[in-house]
């Protein structure tokens, strides 16, 4: 429902640049996984040449998409919408009483496994591909160190609103107070 909207956003339009930039390189090649299996066995670190090739890129968007910059407007980077949408699902999880863990949870599945992943892996026509799953398993190495504080300091924000005695959210992921 919200692929298009994330396709649309700064993220996922690096995202898909990232991709296509990392799949045109390897456009020459259609290995397949089990082709690569079986140069593995005369070249063992061939894999390794791949991932290391990629990681430069799936890294430089991942500081894009959750680093330092993009956590102080999350809205912005990935869309007013999604973040709208991720501040209200946050908001019910608060009312259940969920834990911090349940929050992070939400947003893990929200944003990455829904959303980044999934772009990342490409289409189920590219499956038995080997650059698309390396490509997809460089992403998920990528925003391991950037994703939980990107989650830290949006959570942050979302607490902050609540807590302010009258606001407005604003698009980019800060609040706006009302002088009413």
């Known amino acids: 429902m919200y692929g298009q909207v994330f396709a649309n956003s700064p993220a996922g339009k690096s995202l898909a640049a990232t991709r296509k930039s990392v799949m045109d390189d390897y456009s020459d090649q ?12 005369s070249d063992p670190d061939i894999r390794h ?8 890129r799936t890294t430089a968007f991942a500081d894009f998409a959750f680093g330092d910059k993009a956590s102080r407007s999350p809205g912005n980077i990935i869309s007013p ?3 709208q949408l991720w501040r209200a699902m946050d908001r019910e999880l608060i009312k259940q ?8 949870r939400l947003a893990f ?5 829904r959303l980044v992943l999934r772009t990342a892996k490409g289409d189920d026509s590219e499956a038995a591909l080997a650059m698309p799953s390396l490509f997809y398993n460089s992403v998920k190495q990528a ?3 950037v ?17 302010a005695p009258s606001n407005t959210a604003a698009p980019g992921g800060g609040s706006v107070t009302s002088n009413s």
Do not use: H, W
């Open 109 to 113: 599945d929200m944003l990455l496994t």
């Open 143 to 145: 925003y391991k160190p």
């Open 147 to 163: 994703f939980p504080g990107f989650v830290a300091k949006a959570m942050a924000i979302f607490d902050a609103e609540r807590r």
């Open 97 to 104: 009483k969920m834990s911090r863990a349940e929050r992070e």
């Open 30 to 41: 259609s290995l397949t996984l089990s082709e690569l299996a079986t140069r593995e066995q």
């Open 81 to 83: 919408e999604l973040f």
């Open 49 to 56: 040449r791949y991932q290391q090739n990629m990681e430069d």
